[in-house]
């Protein structure tokens, strides 16, 4: 499995999935990955440059500094935290949330569900957050954020799967853990309620795509998870024995969601094919 993925990356990823692989699977360095993530860095401190592939403009996106975060935090990484996090918190409204898209995403290229507009969003709002808590710092504009998801959870009703992992990767980082295991139980209750999880019917809510759902493993990457709870052991195997299958025989996983413009099926495809193997090796399906 991991051979032809790996033939896979070399054939079709950039640079920085390349890095990527290197460190997560064949002891490549972390200032390699660091040096690939730091190329799509803005001097406010952001992220932007399409490092995720939907956003192909230069200027920094909260999507994509969350992006960057992540990925520097998966080698170890520290340096551009608190930067990273005065940017969102230069950007942000008044209640402390994160808009989705920039308005100086306007004028330059875009899938079309980078809609632009100045809501709060929470989506956007609780991955930052999450991330930030992740590394562990302490930030004027996180506390705020913090408090303003806080309250978007307690009164969560009408929602869709890709806010609630958002909420489900704030739940997993955010020091309050009494408060967060209550929470998760409420959105446990809303995805099972609402059939807002793919037990392998291959449902797609309403809206999206075919196939575009969320399943399991999405909700919960990795078994210590707090989303982990929300589904059986026979339901958590039988969606890692799909996630198997899943792979293609040129080694990569795929997509469900529209290539918008040619460049993105192959960025994407890397990025997911990474993911999947991760969570395979979480749970002990690959070493």
Not at 112 to 121: E, F, K, L, R
Request: charged share 25%; glycine share 10%; net charge negative.
């Amino acid at each position: 499995m991991v051979d032809l993925v790996r033939s896979f990356i070399w054939r079709n990823a950039r640079v920085l999935e390349q890095r990527r692989f290197e460190f997560l699977f064949d002891g490549g360095s972390a200032g390699s990955v660091v040096a690939a993530v730091l190329a799509y860095r803005n001097d406010d401190g952001g992220f932007g440059h399409a490092l995720e592939p939907d956003g192909r403009g230069p200027t920094s996106q909260p999507l994509h500094t969350y992006t960057a975060l992540r990925l520097l935090h998966e080698v170890g990484e520290e340096s551009y935290v608190v930067s990273a996090a005065d940017f969102f918190g230069s950007v942000a409204n008044d209640d402390g949330g994160l808009p989705n898209c920039l308005e100086t995403a306007r004028d330059h290229p875009r899938a079309p569900w980078w809609q632009v507009g100045t809501d709060t969003d929470l989506l956007m709002t609780g991955l930052a957050a999450g991330v930030l808590h992740q590394f562990g710092i302490e930030h004027e504009w996180l506390s705020k954020a913090t408090e303003l998801v806080w309250d978007k959870i307690d009164r969560l009703g009408d929602t869709h799967p890709y806010e609630v992992n958002a909420c489900a990767r704030f739940l997993d980082h955010v020091p309050d853990r009494a408060r967060a295991e209550v929470a998760a139980e409420k959105l446990r209750e809303l995805v099972r309620g609402k059939g807002l999880v793919d037990l392998g019917d291959g449902r797609a809510p309403e809206g999206y795509a075919v196939g575009e759902t969320h399943k399991p493993h999405h909700y919960a990457p990795t078994p210590d998870s707090l989303a982990r709870r929300w589904f059986s052991d026979d339901e958590v195997e039988r969606d890692l024995d799909r996630l198997e299958a899943e792979q293609q025989e040129d080694g990569g996983w795929t997509f469900p969601w529209a290539a918008w413009t040619p460049v993105t099926e192959y960025e994407w495809r890397s990025i997911v094919t990474i993911e999947a193997l991760k969570t395979l090796r979480a749970y002990g399906r690959i070493s």
